[in-house]
């Protein structure tokens, strides 16, 4: 039974961030179309935030989304899963970097009512978040030349 229900919840997170949240942040956010093919970011050099994007792509098999980019981006330089527990922590992580929005309070909503095997890990990443330099308004576009480790370090600098 508690298997069922996992993959039920699992299943409507999806359903949350790909059927509901992405088409809505379509209408009421100008979408910034996505510079790069797939196959361009496998070519960045080894290292790099556009190449590493490119092997998350080939590892999770997933498609690249052009308006979802940027979330990918931040599933790697916060080293979070695709999970439930990776995804609701990487929304824990923005929420407590400050960055409020819609999708972001209401996939950690959803979290902590459906998850709560994973609420110290959540609360964990929400905590790094704070103590993080607000990413938010980083140039994804722009940084997808630079060292992912480089890029990691900006990131963790404040919580080591």
């Known amino acids: 039974m508690y298997l069922r229900l996992k993959k039920w919840r699992s299943a409507f997170l999806v359903y949350l961030t790909h059927q509901m949240a992405l088409?809505?942040?379509?209408l009421i956010r100008k979408p910034e179309i996505f510079p790069y093919t797939a196959a361009q970011l496998a070519h960045f050099p080894a290292g790099t935030l556009g190449n590493d994007l490119?092997?998350?792509?080939?590892?999770k098999q997933l498609s690249l989304l052009p308006y979802y980019a940027r979330h990918d981006?931040?599933?790697?330089?916060?080293e979070y899963d695709t999970t439930d527990e990776g995804e609701g922590s990487l929304q824990c992580f923005m929420l407590g970097n400050r960055h409020?929005?819609?999708p972001v309070v209401a996939t950690v909503l959803y979290c902590f009512a459906t998850m709560p095997e994973y609420w110290e890990k959540f609360m964990t990443a929400f905590k790094k978040g704070r103590?993080?330099?607000?990413?938010?308004?980083w140039k994804w576009?722009?940084?997808l030349?630079?060292?992912?480790?480089k890029l990691r370090?900006?990131?963790q600098e404040r919580f080591k």
């Open 100 to 102: 409020v929005s819609f």
């Open 73 to 78: 981006l931040k599933h790697i330089l916060l």
């Open 153 to 155: 370090q900006k990131i």
């Open 131 to 137: 103590q993080a330099p607000p990413i938010a308004d």
């Open 54 to 59: 490119a092997l998350f792509l080939v590892t």
């Open 141 to 143: 576009f722009d940084i």
């Open 145 to 149: 030349t630079e060292p992912t480790g």
């Open 23 to 26: 088409p809505l942040l379509k």
